[in-house]
């Protein structure tokens, strides 16, 4: 099995910043891309951002420039660093993770059971 989970989310102010972790642990034989994506309350869920094993970055139009995906390969953690952070914001944060449990089986997305960032005065 393999388990996926994010920490870091709370309560911030418009301006103010947050740091966001995501590790994945368990029956793990390599893991490839990871990423972060949000849910508003009453939207779908969208990509903020992800990053490839060789740190390859894709962000959402709505974060250049704000937030900043990172990982450390050795911990299986990918980070999201949210900056000047705006009420838009405002949602549950899930973090995936493409892994491959053995060698010769197909990889398979993982997902966390998500942190709730929320950005009010």
């Known amino acids: 099995q393999v388990q996926v989970v994010e920490s870091g989310g709370g309560l911030v102010q418009p301006g103010g910043s947050l740091r966001l972790s995501c590790a994945a642990s368990g029956s793990i034989f390599s893991v490839y891309a990871m990423g972060w994506y949000r849910q508003a309350p009453g939207k779908q869920r969208e990509l903020v951002a992800d990053?490839?094993?060789?740190?390859?970055?894709n962000y959402a139009d709505s974060v250049k420039g704000r937030f900043t995906i990172s990982r450390d390969n050795v911990k299986n953690t990918v980070y999201l660093q949210m900056n000047s952070l705006k009420p838009e914001d405002t949602a549950v944060y899930y973090c995936?993770?493409?892994?491959?449990?053995?060698?010769?089986?197909?990889?398979?997305?993982?997902w966390g059971q998500g942190t709730q960032v929320t950005v009010s005065s």
């Open positions: 995936n993770s493409v892994v491959r449990t053995m060698a010769g089986l197909p990889r398979k997305t993982y």
């Open positions: 990053i490839t094993t060789v740190g390859n970055t």
